[in-house]
Each structure stands twice: as C-alpha cells, then as structure tokens.
C-alpha cells in the first residue's frame, strides 16, 4: 500500500479543478457519485477538507 505523505496532496478541490480546466462542482459531484475524480482519489484532512495530487487527469 502507497504511503500518503502531505506534500503529494495539497490542491484544494477547486484549483484541482482549475488545473484540469473543469468547474469545482463537477469534480465533487463526480467524487460523490463514484468515489474518485476518474481514478484520483483525494485524501481527507482531519479538518474535513479535501486535499486533492498535483495531476492532471488523461482520458
């Protein structure tokens, strides 16, 4: 199993999106749906926030 460390996620959910030149609320909305944003995962801070990687998603 892959070891999250802190500095891998640091995106919130909308620069996430900005970064993948989509609106905010599809990338929650697909997250809630299925559980990721097409196979990335964010992880949860422990004050309830979403950190999401540094990526940009390939189709």
């Given amino acids: 199993m892959e070891t999250v460390t802190p500095q891998k ?7 996430f999106a900005a ?3 989509v609106v905010a609320q599809s ?4 997250l809630c749906r299925t559980g990721s944003y097409f196979g990335v995962r964010p992880v949860k801070l ?5 950190a999401f990687p540094n990526v940009q998603v390939a189709k």
Wanted: hydrophobic share 35%; aromatic share 6%; no cysteine.
């Fill in 27 to 30: 990338v929650r909305a697909r």
């Fill in 9 to 15: 996620y640091t995106l919130s959910a909308e620069q």
């Fill in 46 to 50: 422990a004050n309830g926030r979403l």
């Fill in 19 to 21: 970064l993948n030149q």
